[in-house]
Structures are given as C-alpha cells and as structure tokens.
C-alpha cells in the first residue's frame, strides 16, 4: 500500500510538471513574442523616421524639384496679382495645359546655370546617349588639344562661374569637369530602368559641386567648338551651320577668346546663355530644345525650337520659361 502510494504520488508530481512546463513554455512564447512585436514596432517608427529626415535633408538640396501639378504650380505663383501679365501667363499655363496636355512641372534652381541644369538634367533622365561626335573623339583630351595643339594660351582666363577662377591651374580644373561629365553620362545612358535612373539624377543634382562641373564641362565644349568652327570660316574649309555665323556677327563675340570672356565666363554666375547660344547649345547635344515661352504667349514666338535645323533622329526635350531668365521642365 505504501509503494502504490508512493507510485501514485510520484506519477501526481510528474502529470502536474508537465502541465505547468507546458504552461511556461507557452508564457514564454507569448513573452518572446510580444517583445519581438515592440522591437520591429520600435524599428519601424525608427526607420519611418530615418527616412522622412532624408527626404527632408535631400529634397532641400536637389536642384531638380518632384513633379507638381501644372495648374496648382500656377495658381500659387500668380494667386493675387491682377496684373496685365500676371493673367497673360495664367491663360498661357491654361493653353498648356489643354491644348499640348502638360500637366505637370518640376521646378528647376532659379540660378545663371538654370537652362543647363534643365536641359542636362532631361538629357540624363531620358538616357539619351552621346552626340555622335562625342563617341568618335575622346573629350578628356579636348582641354589638352586647345591648349596645346592649337595655341590657345588665353584658355588661362577662363572663369568657372561662380568661382570666377582664372590662372594657369585652369587646364587641370577643365580636365576634371571634363571627366565629370564623361563618367555621369556614360553612367545615366548605361541604365536602362526609369525609376533607378531617376534616383541616379536625384542624387547627382543634390551634389552642387559635381553639378557645376557638368555645367562647366558643356561650356567648355561650347567653346571648344566656337574655335573649330573659327578656324574652318577663316580657312574657308567647308560650310558650317548658320549658327556660328550668328554667333561671330556680334561685336561681342567676333572670335573664340571675346566669345569666352563676354558671355561663357558670365554664364552661372552674373549671366546665362542667350537664345543665339541655346542655338549652339542643341547643335552639340544633337538635341532637340523646344522651349515654351510664357511670356510670348499668343504670338509666333511663343514655341521655339533650338536649333532650327536638326535632324530627323536627335531626341526632343522640352523646357519652360515666364521670363527668358530662369527654366523649369514642363511634363
């Protein structure tokens, strides 16, 4: 009787052991549970917030704004002015936005670099490739054949916008804006989905230093072919487009070195490109510029295409002007 007993408390102890292992295994899940729950609850809001002060910190420096609605974009830029001009360039957003169906805008840097930050920048994000003449020469080596091959000592004047940087260092600083340029287009034309080519542009344009060598890069291209096509009018080797006649015509820019030091050197930082120049500017992109100008709304001159003589195959990109000062890029 007492080993029965016995056998049967024992067998009481074990029966209730299980039963309370089980229970503390099952509390013991449910607290591992309920603390993984508030670690990724925890993490989440971590990384919500991470990521809203990026985009904050971010979109305060692209130099490309997001797209924004046409309409919405006008009604706060011209809300409470009843002026004559104000309700001319309302109704031109209107025609946009009816009749050629725009209807959206990314607003450009209001900026002397603003039509080449614009028209770059579309360039990038459409993946347009190189000019044809850009892939039978090698542009890193276009400031070395300037300024030695040809003898163009007074590239030592050149001024790099902003910094108004003159001196003999000027070859070294043209090289690396040429290497800029060369690496971020390669780049941006070797990415064939949108979306990541988009992020690209997004982080190249927040980068101002790297930007500005870009923009430089194409005024030195600019120029580079001002005095190509100087030395075949003065050789008389074959015909050029109308352009550089247009370009030389002035007083101000009769050769390379009066067009370098009256109108590039000014260009991003107390003047921008002319209309003659927006010419020269889609000649050696081989693009298309169509520009939208707001202010002409109404008149023949209200859309114009930069150059007026392209060819068939060379991308269209559109631009929007108020004032023929600043650029934005209607979509």
């Given amino acids: 009787e007492v080993q029965s007993w016995t056998a049967a408390t024992r067998r009481s102890f074990c029966l209730m052991w299980q039963k309370v292992k089980v229970q503390l295994g099952m509390s013991f899940l449910v607290t591992v549970f309920w603390y993984c729950r508030r670690l990724y609850n925890y993490l989440a ?51 946009l936005f009816w009749t050629y169906h725009i209807k959206y805008l990314r607003q450009v840097r209001r900026d002397n670099y603003s039509v080449l930050r614009a028209v770059l920048f579309q ?15 090698d542009i890193l080596k276009l400031p070395e054949k300037l300024l030695y091959s040809q003898g163009c000592n007074w590239i030592q004047q050149y001024s790099f916008g902003p910094e108004r940087y003159t001196g003999p260092n000027a070859f070294g600083k043209l090289r690396k804006c040429m290497e800029a340029l060369k690496t971020s287009w390669t780049e941006a034309s070797s990415i064939k989905d949108h979306e990541e080519r988009g992020n690209m542009c997004n982080m190249l344009f927040s980068d101002e230093i ?41 007083d101000s820019s009769s050769d390379p070195l ?19 120049e927006m010419l020269l500017l889609g000649y050696l992109l081989e693009v298309k510029i169509k520009i939208y100008r707001l202010h002409k709304f109404n008149t023949e001159n209200f859309q114009v295409t930069y150059p007026d003589e392209y060819k068939r195959e060379w991308q269209e990109i559109s631009l929007l002007t108020e004032d023929d000062r600043f650029y934005h890029i209607p979509i």
Wanted: proline share 2%; aromatic share 12%.
């Fill in 210 to 250: 790297k930007e500005h060598k870009l923009y430089e890069a194409i005024k030195f291209v600019m120029l580079y072919e001002v005095v190509e096509a100087y030395e075949q009018m003065k050789n008389r080797q074959e015909h050029l487009p109308n352009l550089f006649s247009l370009l030389l015509a002035r």
């Fill in 45 to 95: 809001r971590l990384l919500k917030w991470w990521t809203s002060y990026l985009q904050r910190r971010f979109l305060k420096n692209v130099s490309v704004s997001p797209e924004v609605d046409l309409l919405g974009y006008c009604r706060r830029e011209w809300k409470g002015d009843d002026t004559k001009q104000a309700k001319h360039i309302r109704e031109a957003y209107e025609d």
């Fill in 123 to 137: 360039i990038f994000s459409q993946g347009i490739s190189f000019p044809s003449w850009m892939k039978e020469r």
């Fill in 258 to 276: 009066s067009f370098m030091m009256n109108h590039l050197n000014a260009v991003g930082d107390s003047g921008r490109l002319e209309q003659v």
